[in-house]
């Protein structure tokens, strides 16, 4: 498991961080979200012990990432698939790992098998690599030790759908072997395919966290009809906060609710769900909406 308790980290008067505290859990796969400058990846370096924390501390299995004697047969990390020495091949990035970490040379053709790198790409430098080879070969990097435990910073960047599809049924698996995965990604969709549970960051602050399910069923009810004003009028006079979403209203009540202030109003309603259907993308942009970029919800 990874705890992180009341993390903050300052750049002077900037603060990256701010009292951020969560968990990821064992057999599971925790999603970690936020805009650009959110405070993602200063939070996934602390817990790598490649940035120290002004306040606060992280654990990962009980221990300090900075007190394993071979960090990488315990914690499999991916923070920048271009990290990597551009005039090496493939196979020797990973020949170097698995003598750091004193494993077994037949532990690098396993590895490449598993990630989906040829032989032929594997002797190939990595300077002539696509991103999404880069990705797999990070991945490999990360997973060579069987770690119990992974740390993955926009892993499906740069990868085809069919690669996005690969690499999330190896995480999946993973996590339902027992393994801990703790995932950022600004992929909204994947996350929401393979995400146990969610942490969402806005301005260094954790704004909202907890299961998938329990995240996107506070999202309420979904309904579209040809007269969207009049059903807003009429739930208003039950009392109920209403949205305007896509075309249609977010209505903070059960559909059973919204069924019948519709009826008794006379409005014909052309669709009527829970909003979990509307998925992960709605209830982040709102999450962040104060915190995201400029334009970056356009």
Known sequence: MISVEHLTKHYGHFTAVDNVSFTAATGRVTGFLGPNGAGKSTTMRIMVGLTRPSTGHVTISGSDYRELVNPGLEVGVLLDASAQHA???????????AQTMGLPRSRVSETLAR??????????????????????LGLAT???GDPQVLILDEPANGLDPAGIR??????????????T????????HEIEVIADDIVVIGQ??????????????????????????????????????????????????????VGETAHRAGVALRELRAADGAGL?????E????????????
Not at 166 to 179: C, H, V, Y
Not at 231 to 244: D, G, I, K, Y
């Open 281 to 285: 993308e709605e209830m982040f942009l």
């Open 166 to 179: 690969w690499m999330r049924d190896l995480l999946r698996g993973f996590a339902d072997a027992g393994g």
């Open 87 to 97: 005039g090496r091949s493939g196979r020797e990035i990973l020949a170097i790992a």
């Open 204 to 257: 260094g602050r954790i704004v909202a966290q907890g299961s998938k399910s329990e995240l996107l069923a506070a999202a309420g009810t979904l309904v579209r009809t040809a007269d969207p004003e009049r059903l807003a009028r009429a739930l208003a006079e039950a009392s109920v906060t209403t949205t305007p979403i896509d075309g249609g209203l977010r209505v903070d009540a059960d559909p059973e609710l």
């Open 181 to 188: 995965v703790l995932l950022s990604s600004h992929l909204l």
């Open 287 to 298: 999450l962040t909406a104060e915190t995201a970029r400029e334009g970056a919800a356009a």
């Open 115 to 136: 990630v989906g790198l040829t032989e032929s790409e594997a002797e190939r430098r990595v300077r002539n690599y696509s991103l999404g080879m880069r990705q797999r």
């Open 142 to 144: 990360a997973l060579i």
